[in-house]
Structure formats: structure tokens, C-alpha cells
């Protein structure tokens, strides 16, 4: 099997997700853009699992089934803050969330 495609396809998946997180200002839209990176790095380990043969059969289909598990729990947890994000400001977009201590008036003095 030739691994020059899906490496070619995995690297263009990563890129989109790279632009996704940087350009996106909706968090719904940002945390898709994050599955779309792990997902290229799924697609990484499985064509490296077929092509390089290591000394643990099938390691790269394991580590991709970590990062599917991992994928899952991030999804959890993202969509929890961003519903109780939604519930509190009335809106999703990363740029009306507060990151430090103080609160939104506090930083207006």
C-alpha cells in the first residue's frame, strides 16, 4: 500500500482543523474543528499501523481507539461548558468568554 495518500489527506484534515480553531469564533465550531484534527490523527496512526510493522502488532489501531475514547470525553466535557456558557451569556462565540478572575464589569473600571 502506497501511504503517500491518506499521510497527504491526514496532513490537509490537520490543516483544516488548525483553521477552524484559529478562524472560528463560535465554540460549537471550534470544538468540531478539534475533532477534525483528531480524527487526522487517527488517520495517521492506522496508515502508519499498516504500513511500518513494529515490534506490537496492531499498536497504531490501539492508540487510535485512546484517541476515540479521548475524542469522547472532550466532547462531553466541551459541550457541557459550552450549554452552561449559552445559559449564563445567551451567547457561544470564544471571544464574550471571560478568562480571568475578574468579571466582565470589574475589567471595564
Do not use: C, K, W
Not at 25 to 35: D, G, Q, S, T, Y
Not at 48 to 68: E, K, M, N, W, Y
Amino acid at each position: 500500500m502506497r501511504p503517500v495518500i491518506p499521510y497527504v489527506t491526514a496532513a490537509l484534515l490537520f490543516g483544516l482543523g488548525v483553521y477552524g480553531v484559529l478562524r472560528r469564533r463560535n465554540a460549537v465550531l471550534v470544538l468540531m474543528a478539534v475533532e477534525l484534527m483528531l480524527n487526522a490523527v487517527n488517520l495517521v496512526l492506522v496508515t502508519a499501523d499498516t504500513t511500518v510493522r513494529a515490534a506490537l502488532p496492531h499498536s497504531g489501531q490501539v492508540f487510535a481507539l485512546f484517541v476515540i475514547v479521548l475524542a469522547a470525553a472532550e466532547i462531553g466535557v466541551g459541550l457541557a461548558i459550552v450549554l452552561q456558557l449559552y445559559r449564563l451569556r445567551a451567547s457561544v462565540t470564544v471571544d464574550d468568554v471571560p478568562l480571568g478572575e475578574r468579571s466582565s464589569e470589574g475589567a471595564a473600571r
